[in-house]
């Protein structure tokens, strides 16, 4: 009877892998598609270099076992972009567990101050841990959904203007994060191929409402 329990078993974690299998093997070739369609470069491998060279973005520096996969890049409306899956471990043992996230990044024209703009919950931690105040704005909605910390009170004001509180006020499920010369947009999941593009152009968004003067002074 164990012997039949234990054949169950096995047959039953064979089937799981190959439907994970093919999952992702239908996950690479609608990112292929995609990449195809915006006239991005694809890299299906996985590469944890890119975990080592944005490890200043706060949600690439946790867990262990890092690294991007699916990852496509080029340019995209004048912009050079990388856009990638993201894996991670936390936990061991029977307590291990695989999160997969999403990343958008974008390459600014210089260095800018690290700024994080995302909920609450997120930063609250990070903060506490690098002493870093939430920064307060005219308008209350504003600060009441979002947490933004800087050391640059000044940058943070200058990127938080009205044109940009209104937009992330309509997106309200955007987390962002800028530093050097990145600017970053991240998911808690990994998302569908669908929902790549349109969070492209969000991040494409976020970028045109970054005022030029940021960028002009030397």
């Keep these: 009877m164990q012997f039949v329990i234990f054949i169950g078993f096995l047959a039953l974690i064979i089937v799981m892998a190959v439907v994970r299998h093919r999952q992702a093997q239908k996950r690479r070739a609608a990112m292929l598609a995609l990449a195809h369609r915006l006239g ?12 080592r060279r944005y490890e200043f973005i706060d949600k690439m520096r946790a867990g ?20 990638f899956d993201y894996h991670y471990r936390t936990g061991s043992g029977k307590n291990t567990q695989h999160h997969y996230l999403s990343f958008f990044i974008l390459r600014l024209p210089k260095s800018v101050p690290e700024l994080t703009i995302g909920p609450e919950g997120f930063f609250s931690k990070l903060a506490q841990a690098v002493g870093y105040d939430d920064i307060d704005f005219e308008s209350h909605e504003f600060s009441r959904r979002f947490c933004v910390r800087s050391r640059d009170k000044k940058f943070a004001y200058d990127i938080c203007h009205a044109k940009m509180i209104e937009y992330l006020l ?22 569908r191929p669908e929902q790549i593009e349109p969070n492209l152009r969000r991040l494409i968004a976020v970028r045109a409402l970054m005022p030029d003067y940021l960028f002009s002074q030397s």
Excluded: C, H, W
């Design 40 to 51: 991005l470069r694809l890299d299906p491998d996985k590469r944890r270099d890119l975990a």
């Design 64 to 83: 262990q076992n890092r690294y991007a996969f699916n990852i496509m890049a080029g340019a995209y409306q004048g912009y050079e972009v990388l856009l």
């Design 170 to 191: 309509s997106n309200t499920d955007l987390t962002l994060e800028m530093e050097r010369d990145s600017l970053a947009i991240s998911f808690q999941q990994r998302l």
